[in-house]
Structure formats: C-alpha cells, structure tokens
C-alpha cells in the first residue's frame, strides 16, 4: 500500500476515534441517556399526564394520584402471589429507595383481581420488606381495565404473565420514565428519582 495512503487511512481511523471519544465525553459519558434529559430509563411519550384513579389499598385506604401531586410517584403493576417478577421488582424498587435515603410514594396497582385481596397484598408488602413504603392497590376487573389500558399493561391470566413495568411520574403529574422489569436495577432507577426531585 503506498504511503500516502496508509497515511490517509491513519487520519482516517484517528478521527474516527476522536469522534467517538466526545460522544462519549459530551453525550452520555455518565451512562445515561442524554436525549433523554440524562435518565437511565425509557422516556414517555411527553406531556402525558397519568390516568387519576380511587382505588382501595391493602388497608382499606382510598389512594389517588392527585394526592401526591407536588412529589415525585413510582407507579408499578404486580400480583400478590407472583413469585418471581414481583418479588424482583419490589426489590429493586425498595433497593431504590434505600439507595436515596428516603421513600418515594409508591403504588402497586393489581393486575390478579381475582386473587389481589388484602390479605394477599398485605402478605406481599409485608413479605417484601415494604411495610408502610407500597401501597397495593386494589379493584374490580371493572375499575382497574381503564389502568390497565392507559399505561399499556397486560394484566396476569393462565395464558400469559402480565406486562411488568415501574412507571416514574414527576412533582407535576406527568408520565416521565418507564422501566420494564428486565431493565431495571436500583441504582438506575435512584437516579432517575433524584433527577425527578425525589
């Protein structure tokens, strides 16, 4: 190969490498996502504001979204008797929160109505180490089919197992990130909590 062109494929490949180093220096050298406002998770669709419900929780107390307005909420969807994806995500949520040294409100909403009762649900929370820091809510087929269907969650059947995700809505109520439950891990979700003001 002539010189010259061994020294044009040099440059070549220096520039390359110099492109790629300030991607990473001033485009997401942290490891987070820079298009998206610096989260670790998935971003909404912006601008949508999350459906508002009443539900009962496992203490017989009615939750609404509207009743955290002003604070960060992490929004997730479970089943009482689930032994694997709940459990992990109720882990990493509550790893989450000890990792900011504070709790965020947090709202489980059933997607088993069928077998999500109280005493099922207060038997999760307790199990999970998540007493006093998750609500789990509850409801009717009926009442929670529109949930459901806002955030695009498949709800737990025989034929298949339900769409496991943790939905972050900042102080303002808006939808800000999603987490699936394959993704997400403590220290990702903190810090998008922490970029949310919680």
């Not at 061994?6 to 440059?11: E, H, K, Q």
């Not at 998770?41 to 539900?55: E, K, M, Q, S, T």
């Not at 992490?74 to 990792?99: E, W």
């Not at 969650?153 to 394959?182: C, M, N, T």
Request: aromatic share 6%; proline share 7%; with cysteine.
């Amino acid at each position: 190969m002539p010189a010259r062109a061994r020294l044009s494929l040099m440059l070549a490949a220096t520039l390359v490498l110099v492109a790629a180093l300030c991607v990473v220096l001033f485009a997401g050298g942290s490891g987070h996502d820079a298009g998206g406002a610096g989260f670790d998770g998935a971003l909404r669709p912006p601008g949508i504001p999350p459906l508002d419900f009443a539900l009962k929780d496992q203490d017989g107390k009615v939750a609404t979204l509207d009743q955290y307005h002003g604070r960060p909420v992490m929004l997730t969807f479970m089943y009482s008797t689930c032994k694997d994806t709940c459990p992990l995500t109720a882990q990493q949520i509550k790893g989450a929160m000890d990792q900011l040294g504070k709790d965020v409100p947090t709202l489980a909403i059933s997607v088993d109505p069928a077998n999500d009762t109280p005493l099922n649900a207060r038997r999760f929370v307790n199990q999970q180490g998540l007493t006093k820091r998750m609500r789990f809510l509850l409801g009717t087929t009926a009442q929670l089919a529109p949930i459901w269907k806002a955030y695009g969650i498949r709800p737990q059947s025989k034929q298949f197992e339900h769409s496991a995700y943790v939905v972050l809505v900042d102080a303002k109520g808006v939808q800000r990130v999603g987490w699936p439950v394959d993704k997400i891990t403590p220290e990702g979700l903190a810090h998008d909590l922490r970029l949310l003001g919680a």
